[in-house]
């Protein structure tokens, strides 16, 4: 029984394949029906997070369709809803799987979060200043939470995300500022850096290690 409704659901499904409002309709019913289910005494725990995910992501695919009938755009759209429901699901692993790592349980859904913006911040001409400010507070925001929190997976790609960012942002303003300005404080910080060499590179080594120690 439970095989042939959903199996009339991707019929359904692909019938409506033509009109996106139409397949959008039916995912967000069968993920509310399939949603019920996850509610029904004697499931497994097992049963219900598998039940949990197919709900889900029904109910994200109907809203991506949704937002491609409408005409919508904005790539943090489609991105930042998926990232949101991987998060979700890896902060409640989190606190109900104490052996589980950062990475396994936020690195999914930080990268939905992060990367896919970088690379549009990165790679499309227009300037998109407001795309590149909330990127570089959503960033910021994961570095702070992961040093807080002792998970390295929000430290190293939030700090993978603020880097080329801010290196970006330096390239932007190459054009806009006097040559000598960054030749000079090109050259303060190769002194900086000389005169404070030994420093720095036990610095550098602590940083490793308080990285390394993260969960």
Not at 76 to 104: C, D, I, K, N, Q
Not at 176 to 205: H, K, M, S, V
């Amino acid at each position: 029984m439970e095989a042939a409704a959903h199996g009339a659901a991707l019929l359904a499904l692909l019938l409506a394949g033509g009109a996106l409002r139409h397949a959008a309709a039916v995912c967000v019913l069968w993920g509310a029906v399939v949603a019920v289910r996850v509610l029904r005494r004697g499931e497994t725990p097992a049963g219900r997070r598998r039940l949990a995910a197919v709900a889900a992501g029904s109910e994200l695919l109907g809203g991506w369709l949704l937002l491609a009938a409408g005409g919508v755009a904005v790539l943090e759209a489609y991105t930042v809803p998926a990232a949101a429901l991987a998060l979700g699901a890896g902060l409640v692993a989190l606190r109900h799987r104490p052996g589980l790592t950062s990475w396994l349980a936020l690195g999914p859904g930080l990268g939905a979060a992060l990367l896919p913006s970088l690379v549009s911040v990165l790679a499309a001409p227009d300037p998109q200043p407001l795309r590149r400010l909330a990127l570089g507070v959503a960033a910021l925001g994961a570095v702070l939470g992961g040093a807080v929190r002792r998970w390295q997976a929000p430290v190293v790609l939030g700090a993978a995300t603020l880097v080329p960012l801010a290196l970006h942002e330096l390239a932007r303003g190459w054009d806009l500022l006097p040559r000598w300005i960054f030749l000079g404080l090109g050259g303060l910080l190769l002194i900086g850096l000389a005169a404070t060499y030994e420093r720095r590179r036990r610095d550098l080594t602590r940083l490793r290690a308080a990285v390394a120690r993260l969960g």
